[in-house]
């Protein structure tokens, strides 16, 4: 299983790999937006920077994505102080402080220096259809065409791809359409977003030095439109054949944390990790539950079923808890993926859901632990528990005020070691919290938030 996922990472990596430098390049450009979702990818893009700089070993790149990660983090609200302080000390040493500050001020005003080889040359409508021409003619592999739904804003959206450069950023019109817009994604990639509420009827034929889109309203009656001529380039769409497993924390004898009301946990998670499940189904997915009723599963057994059944990804459901006097303090949710740990916060909540099966951190010696910390898992599990996070935000915020987000956050959770897939772990809120724990047993909240969830897996497996 793990040597096929590892073949089938690096296909669709050697595909999407952006250099250190492209990501960084990215991750500067959504730092600059006002925009909060862009904010999230420029967080996103540093936390990737940072897990690489780690693994390479390079110090300037770990400071470049620990400043990202702490500039979008405030603006985002996210608890970024262990970066901060990771920052601060990095800034003691003189050596990188000097090269990076040098580099600030004798850098010339940045701009995205083209490398395509082709270039925009005209925009038009044609009876009813697109043009775009090219200066040059565009080469066989220079054009990708694939289309997704945004589920967070309700749109389809048809994306052209293409290796070639332009000069200004263009908003097109057309009756009818909700969005037609022309942007320099990168430095050798131009995009062309067509985006509307409704299912688009999208045809395109491409000469040398043209490409000609028609865009058109699908009609429920279906008339044979003529001459369709597609290039082979297959559109990526949503793979719903995925295996997941889904682990609801503790059961039986272990009853997790105790909150307010003397709440259990073990029984709130059991139940939204149910509803997660059943909405995954209904969505076409393959799913498997570590334990579907309340019984106690040894840690070690949960990564190792999802092993077993050759899971793409796994996710653990937990609620999380303080002491009494922190009670009406302590709110949110947040999700974890595995690393050492960084921050004390998450050393502290590992510690208690570490607790339950303390002997086997013996089964788990050092060695094996690290052994696992694969890093392509480690930024795969990264993107996962940002897509689940912000699902499961985006649903909640819908429906009820004060919904706290704490954050995607790493941390050494022993239920998560030994998995061969990406793994999270999901503490959905605080058990112990006055108000979120009344939430986190009503039943009508638990289903939000798994259908939050559920979105959140979604866009991760379109986008990787
Ligand atoms: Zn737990």
Request: cysteine-free; proline content about 2%; aromatic content about 10%.
């Amino acid at each position: 299983m793990f040597r096929s996922f590892f073949l089938l990472f690096a296909i669709v990596f050697s595909l999407h790999a952006l250099s250190n430098y492209e990501m960084l390049k990215r991750a500067n450009g959504f730092l600059k937006s006002n925009n909060k979702s862009n904010q999230f990818r420029a967080y996103n893009d540093y936390k990737n920077l940072y897990l690489r700089a780690l693994m390479q070993d390079d110090k300037k790149l770990l400071k470049n994505a620990l400043y990202g990660i702490v500039k979008s983090g405030k603006k985002l609200h996210i608890d970024v102080a262990q970066y901060e302080k990771e920052l601060h000390g990095f800034s003691k040493k003189s050596k990188y402080v000097k090269t990076y500050k040098k580099k600030k001020k004798t850098a010339p005003k940045k701009k995205i220096v083209v490398k395509a080889s082709s270039h925009l040359k005209l925009v038009t409508w044609k009876s009813g259809k697109l043009l775009l021409k090219f200066d040059k003619a565009l080469n066989k592999n220079s054009l990708n065409y694939f289309s997704k739904y945004d589920v967070k804003r309700k749109k389809y959206q048809y994306i052209f791809d293409i290796h070639a450069a332009l000069r200004a950023s263009q908003t097109l019109r057309k009756n009818g359409i909700d969005k037609i817009k022309i942007v320099q994604q990168n430095f050798k990639t131009m995009r062309l977003l067509i985006e509307d509420t409704n299912r688009l009827k999208i045809n395109f034929t491409k000469t040398k030095t043209t490409l000609t889109i028609t865009i058109q309203k699908r009609v429920l009656k279906k008339k044979k439109t003529k001459k369709v001529s597609h290039p082979a380039i297959a559109p990526v769409r949503l793979d719903r054949n995925k295996i997941i497993v889904i682990d609801a924390g503790h059961g039986g004898k272990d009853p997790g944390a105790i909150g307010y009301r003397r709440y259990r946990e073990k029984v709130v998670v059991l139940s939204i990790a149910r509803d997660l499940a059943s909405i995954l189904k209904n969505r076409g997915f393959k799913v498997y539950m570590t334990r579907s009723k309340d019984y106690f599963v040894k840690l070690s057994n949960r990564t190792k079923y999802a092993n077993r059944k050759h899971a793409d990804i796994f996710i653990s459901i937990h609620a999380n808890a303080v002491s009494l006097k922190n009670a009406a303090k302590a709110q949110g949710l947040e999700t974890y993926f595995l690393s050492k740990s960084r921050s004390s916060r998450a050393k502290r909540v590992a510690a208690k859901e570490n607790k339950a099966d303390l002997s086997e951190m013996d089964y788990y010696g050092k060695e094996s632990f690290l052994s696992t910390l694969n890093s392509h898992n480690i930024v795969a599990a990264n993107k996962l528990a940002i897509d689940l996070q912000r699902g499961a935000l985006a649903s909640l915020n819908k429906h009820y005020k004060n919904v706290q987000d704490a954050g995607v956050r790493e941390g050494p959770f022993w239920v998560l070691v030994g998995a061969q897939m990406p793994s999270v772990l999901v503490e959905v809120g605080f058990i112990t919290h006055p108000v979120e724990a009344k939430r986190l047993v009503n039943t009508q909240y638990q289903k939000r938030l798994a259908t939050g969830l559920a979105n959140g897996v979604e866009r991760y497996f379109l986008n990787n």
